[in-house]
């Protein structure tokens, strides 16, 4: 049963830039799909639709059955907190603690007074700690957020997602500020979560190795439209170049180990 | 001898680029000139009323013989009107900085309800700032009767302008990174602010109420004057019966004070950032 559903969805910026151009799409629930496409081609603006950050000018994204295109106040709110959202510049608040930053991902689901004052509630609090854990960096909770390496800082951005419970995890470029083995690894941990905790996964990606080494799934986009939808198997490196409009040889140097 | 004996034209910046800024030279000089010829400012005045200005600095000295007596029965008068004047300062900076607070996040393009509520934040911003301290002060008087009330009122309200303008100004340049996770993660408007915004502004935010404390010290001094209490109060009482010595020692102790405070506040606000 689909999951996540864009049912011809177009995005019209203010700018009058066409991003997306009649998006339709079916996400099985637990599917880990990545999405490639040249900068520009409207994949970050997809991955928004899902989370509402980024508001369809026609056609409506629909989240385990809920309308959120049309979500607005507390409904959204609710949504939002089912979907944990990791970002290429991680998007901590650096001068926080490592753990008030992962706390911050519960904000959607305790009262708002209690957030406000850090009240939290023990059960939060150690669940906070176990997404840590989860990502392998326990001992690094009260640290500052900008202490750590980019790798770490990218786990922290995983576990607040993760602090969410969500059962929808939006990936923005995870990996593209991070060195090769460092992307792996972080790759490794988002695809180990996913399965383990059967969360519907959207990642955008620029490396077309790691597509394959790590979807269910490739969709390609360019221009604005899906140009490509297929297994790991069916992305050839021809399908590729038809995705980027271009030969990819130099790419391939890109690989990470 | 190089290899290439003519040297390459080195490329010059574009004609009009140039021309703006002998243009705004020119502009920023006849302005200059403008400006001496209305207030009919005349250098050489300044050196002929020397003579009066060493006559008049000379009398806030008392004699050497009594510089003892004098200073030590006054210094302890001082006492009351110079805390007064701190408190003034202390009290309209502190009201300030707690009014100021709701009204940065709602006149901030990043954290405003709505652009209605934000464009009443901005004008409401743009009149208090507009009405100088001295200029409450002068108008509060009246109405709050003699006193260090309308000191700490007059204070309060230019300092809400004016923290209440360079925090939104901080507010608006954080990394909006944080503001976006917060959102997509579902976390409340107030809760946002508490958790994304706080933090990267907190420092500069103490820094600038330290600053504004400073300027207040000096303001509430001024604005006693006009009859809001503390020490500058004081001040125009010893004017108003000659009493030269008198203010000769005010001001050197109001010299000193704000001298104090400046020193404190640099030294808190180059710990804090």
Redesign the interface.
Known sequence: MSHIEFREVEVTYKTGLKALKGVTLSVPRGQFLVVVGLSGAGKSTLIRTV?N?VVPSKGSVHVGGVNVTAARGRQ??????????I?Q????????SVL?NVL??R???VP?WR??LGLFPREDVAYAHECLARVGIAEKAFVRADALSGGQQQRV?IA??LA?KPSVM?ADEPVASLDPPTSHAVMRDLKRIAREDGITTIVNLHFIDMAREYADRIVGMRDGQVVFDGTPEEATDQAFEEIYGRPIDAEKDLRGA | MAPDATPAAIPRPPLVGRLRGLFSLAVVAGIVVLAFRQTGFDIAALFTGAADFWRFFGRLVPPPSEIGSNWGTYLPQLAKPLIETLQIAYVGTFFGTLLALPLIFLASANTALDPVSMWVARVLLTVLRSIPDLLWAAILVPILVVGPLPGAVALTMFSIGVLAKLGSETVEAI?P??L?????????R???I???VV??V??TMVSYVLYVFEINVRASVIIGYVGAGGIGFTLQNRLNFFDYTGVGLIIVVIFAVVLVIDGLSVWARSRLI
């Open positions: 989370n950050l959204l709110r609710q949504v939002r907190s089912d979907i944990g959202m970002f510049t991680f998007n901590l608040v650096k001068r926080s008030r911050a991902g904000l959607g689901d708002a957030g406000v951005g607040r997602a969410q939006l | 990394d990174g944080p976006e996770a917060l959102r997509a993660a579902g976390a409340g107030l809760a946002t508490v958790y994304a933090p990267q907190a420092a």
